[in-house]
């Protein structure tokens, strides 16, 4: 089988395409044809280098495709079940904790950047009939983690209104799943060709902060001049404008840090506001297993931009830095 490998120094010129032997599963183990991918911003910094890797791990935490068979004591999947790998390889269920976080797909053990995996079953979710293989490639990062934010850690109630900043994969997911939850959503944005798609998508207001450097201001007149109750925070930086946006004790998810800025606020603010802060790395194998239900159940699709080969992944990588996508960039078999 083929597959990425990374070579040490990590970096767009050191993806490295391999043949490797396909291993059997073993006892609770899948084997699974991958037939998708796509690409998060974790995955940028592992193959940049930015995070650190070992010579020879495969990328990308984002997976899905097909099982081709199963070991013994496999009761949950069968062969020919669809199925969507986890981002963790050990955080099943439960709360966060250092060990059920330490081992990040991708990064700290092997990704999906291969045409076929070998995996502990409790690694994957059923994949929903309603999503094609590709489209559920898009879910295990990007979409879990707005998820998290908005339905665990929130939880965003119907009538509720939330803030997204920018319009990345996290963000995306995040209108969609604010929309699906029966929130008013306005969004942050540089671009005004972006800003007819987030409309588009159901954002209630898009705001170009451009355009607007005060958009704080401009949040509360659009939120019953009380502020928002909900913050998706991709950027990190600089959050006096964020907390001036809330109302008092709405809730603000830090995802990510984009801006690659220490976070910084006016503590006061925080506190005199109320302000309750969630810091969220993805989701736990439960979580998705209840995303993915809700998917398809109300028939959620995913916003795709371009598709590449798995042997053009430094293309799709170099891609994504352009920051033209509108919606998640993927591989496909």
Same mark, same amino acid.
């Given at each position: ?7 040490? %120094? *990590? !970096? +767009? ?7 490797? /032997?396909?291993?059997?599963?073993? @006892?609770?183990?899948? =084997? ?95 994949? %929903? *009939? !309603? +999503? ?7 879910? /295990?990062?990007?979409?879990?983690? @707005?998820?998290?934010? =908005? ?183």
């Amino acid at each position: 089988m083929k597959r990425i490998e990374i070579a040490l %120094p *990590a !970096s +767009l010129d050191n993806l490295k395409l391999v043949e490797r /032997p396909i291993r059997r599963p073993g @006892a609770g183990e899948l =084997l699974v044809k991958v037939q998708a991918n796509s690409l998060n911003f974790h995955d940028a910094l592992v193959v940049r280098g930015i995070l650190t890797s070992a010579a020879g791990r495969v990328p990308l935490s984002d997976g899905a495709g097909e099982v081709v068979e199963t070991g013994a004591d496999v009761s949950e999947f069968k062969a020919g079940d669809r199925v969507t790998g986890t981002f963790f390889a050990n955080w099943a269920e439960g709360p966060a904790t250092l060990e059920r976080i330490a081992q990040m797909r991708g990064e700290h053990v092997d990704g999906f950047a291969s045409e076929y995996v070998t995996l502990p079953a409790n690694q994957f979710t059923h994949t %929903p *009939a !309603s +999503l094609t293989d590709t489209q559920a490639a898009t879910l /295990p990062c990007a979409a879990l983690t @707005a998820w998290r934010a =908005l339905r665990v850690a929130g939880p965003v109630q119907p009538g509720e209104t939330v803030l997204v900043k920018g319009s990345g994969g996290v963000s995306i997911f995040a209108l969609q799943f604010a929309r699906l939850l029966g929130a008013q959503v306005i969004v942050l944005t540089s671009s005004a060709k972006k800003a007819e798609k987030l409309r588009h998508l159901g954002a209630s207001h898009v705001i170009n902060y451009r355009e607007v450097p005060a958009w704080d201001n401009l949040v509360r007149q659009l939120s019953n001049g009380v502020g928002v109750d909900h913050v998706v925070d991709v950027v990190g930086g600089d959050l006096t404008q964020t907390l001036k946006a809330m109302r008092v004790n709405a809730h603000l998810s830090l995802i990510g840090g984009l801006s690659r800025q220490p976070i910084q606020f006016p503590t006061f603010a925080a506190v005199t506001g109320n302000i309750r802060m969630s810091a969220i790395t993805v989701g736990s194998r439960e979580h998705q297993v209840e995303m993915m239900r809700i998917i398809e159940q109300t028939q959620l699709q995913p916003v795709l931009d371009r598709h590449f080969e798995l042997p053009a992944l430094g293309d799709a990588f170099r891609y994504m830095e352009t920051q033209l996508h509108f919606g998640k960039i993927v591989i496909t078999r």
